[in-house]
Each structure stands twice: as structure tokens, then as C-alpha cells.
């Protein structure tokens, strides 16, 4: 049993520090989004950019609610916490990979 438990809090901080990390980046994400510079010039990124903000916002409160069940011990790794957690982490890279398109799409010709 004393195997166990050091491995599940070593899990259980990694899998927090990945999503605090995750956290910054996307604060990263959307002060990037909101400058000048990555503002939008025609409708079509217009609607690209107020989705991508809204999938910010969606993703910030799942955030919360996996942190605080995360530093309020409510997770003790389970299968469905764990896999809450990885879905989570999925998500995030789908909001990186999502960003990184309307990037692409800023830098084509109108």
C-alpha cells in the first residue's frame, strides 16, 4: 500500500502542475488575442475570433473546477477523475491547435 499512495501524489502533482501550466499559457493565449496586432479585418475572422474567445472563457471555468477538485483533495485519481482531468488536458490542446489556425488564417491575404 505505501507503494501506492507516494506515486498517486506524485501523479497527482504532475497532473496539477500540467494544468496550471496549461493555465498560464492560455492567459498567454488570450492577452495575445486581445492586442492590436492579432485583431481581425474582415467578418469571416471577426466570427472566427469571438468563437475562439468563447472557447477560451468555456475552457477557463472547466479550468477552475478541475483546479480547485485538484487542490481540494476531492480527486483521488480515480478512473473517471483521471480521465476528467486528461479530457481536460485534451481540450486545451484543441484551444492551442484552434489558435494556432486563426493565426494561420490572420497571415493569408484578405
Known sequence: MQSISPNTIEHKQELLVRVE???RMVQRLSEKLNSYTYEPKCPQRFEKFYEL???IQEFRKHQK????KIRNQKVDLTETDTTEIKSHLDRFKILESEFAAYLFDLNKPL
Open 65 to 68: 473546477r478541475v483546479l480547485s
Open 53 to 55: 474567445n468563447r472557447h
Open 21 to 23: 501550466r496549461n493555465e
